[in-house]
Nanobody
Framework: QVQLVESGGGLVQAGGSLRLSCAAS??????VGWLRQAPGKGREFVAA????????DYADSVKGRFTISRDNANNTQYLQMNNLKPEDTAVYYC??????????????????WGHGTQVTVYS
């Protein structure tokens, strides 16, 4: 069983920054990622990090602005979001993959999900 607890969402002006945290507990985690869902839209992949290798992947829409990192000692991963835009407004979910075969950008491949944290960017 895997548990994920997110924190760090909030309200920020366009151009500002926020850092999201995800504390993960459980075994056999291969990947921890962030996905988001804006009102009236489908779920969208944002970023992911391999728990073992540290390899990272990003959606094109956030490359150069968001950075995903991990602290293995504390089983926590972070999403640093800089130069935020109104279109980044969404509920952000931390999610984990435990299956062996996966595509990190495919939301259906994530086995466990956090409750989500709201990020609102105003212009």
């Amino acid at each position: 069983q895997v548990q994920l607890v997110e924190s760090g969402g909030g309200l920020v002006q366009a151009g500002g920054s926020l850092r999201l945290s995800c504390a993960a507990s459980g075994r056999s985690i291969n990947v921890v990622g962030w996905l988001r869902q804006a009102p009236g839209k489908g779920r969208e992949f944002v970023a992911a990090i391999s728990w073992n290798t540290g390899n990272t992947d990003y959606a094109d829409s956030v490359k150069g602005r968001f950075t995903i990192s991990r602290d293995n000692a504390n089983n926590t991963q972070y999403l640093q979001m800089n130069n935020l835009k109104p279109e980044d407004t969404a509920v952000y979910y931390c999610a984990a993959i435990v299956r062996r075969a996966y595509t990190v950008s495919e939301g259906s491949h994530y086995n466990y999900w956090g409750h989500g944290t709201q990020v609102t960017v105003y212009s």
